[in-house]
């Protein structure tokens, strides 16, 4: 049973580009949530995706965007990359929302060049 | 805002002393969840805490989630090295869908 798997596992971009990270969740797992993690701080909640809508925003800016597909993997989109965007992007999979335990992926290492 | 605090930021403590973290928050909590990182790993699920009051343990590890449901912590007995990384708490806010996680505390265990 393959748990949360994210790719790619490390990625460079340069300011102003656009990335894609994706995100396949621990199977049964319906439910998607982003958080992007700056060196030595917590987790910082991006969105969360539940039957291919976003059900919840965090205080992020439009740049970032999502998308849930049917068979529940999800994407994060950012746009006009900022050099403040280089963090860990982890992705979480729960069972309808967060009111149970949340797997974690390996998560994506951005670096904005 | 709606934020969650965690003290200690770090904490260094010699093998077999014991450790404790503690998460507050401004908000009631539908309930706590904790998290262990290890350095360059990923947050791994520990526990989830839901009643007011309510003390897990998992061998030597003591959860606590206050009567008020505003703080929580977390208490190793015995500290080995296999223990050290961060241990984050994390809370849904009243009745938000969403995690607020703390902000962490690094454990370094010396031998």
């Known amino acids: 049973d393959a748990g949360v798997t994210q790719s790619p596992t490390h990625l460079i971009k340069t300011r102003g580009q656009q990335v894609t990270l994706r995100c396949s969740p621990k199977s049964g797992h319906d439910t998607v949530s982003w958080y992007q993690q700056a060196l030595g701080q917590g987790p910082q909640f991006i969105f969360q995706y539940y039957e291919e809508e976003e059900r919840q925003r965090g205080n992020f800016p439009d740049r970032f965007s999502g998308h849930q597909f049917p068979n529940y993997s999800s994407e994060l989109n950012v746009n006009a990359l900022l050099l403040g965007d280089s963090a860990l992007y982890l992705c979480?999979?729960?069972?309808?929302?967060?009111?149970?335990?949340?797997?974690f992926g390996q998560g994506t290492r951005l670096t904005v060049v | 805002g709606q934020q969650v605090m965690q003290i200690p930021q770090y904490q260094h403590v010699q093998e077999g002393e014991d450790f404790t973290t503690y998460c507050n928050s401004s908000?009631?909590?539908?309930?706590i969840q904790w998290y262990k990182q290890r350095p360059g790993g990923h947050p791994v699920f520990l526990i989830q805490?839901?009643?007011?009051?309510e003390v897990k343990k998992q061998k030597r590890l003591t959860f606590q989630f206050g009567e008020a449901k505003k703080n929580s912590s977390l208490h190793i007995t015995a500290t080995q090295t296999t223990d050290v990384g961060t241990y984050f708490c994390a809370g849904l806010l009243g009745s938000a869908r969403q995690l607020t996680f703390g902000s962490g505390t690094q454990l370094t265990v010396l031998p």
């Open positions: 908000t009631t909590l539908s309930n």
């Open positions: 805490l839901v009643k007011s009051g």
């Open positions: 979480a999979s729960s069972l309808v929302g967060m009111s149970t335990e949340a797997f």
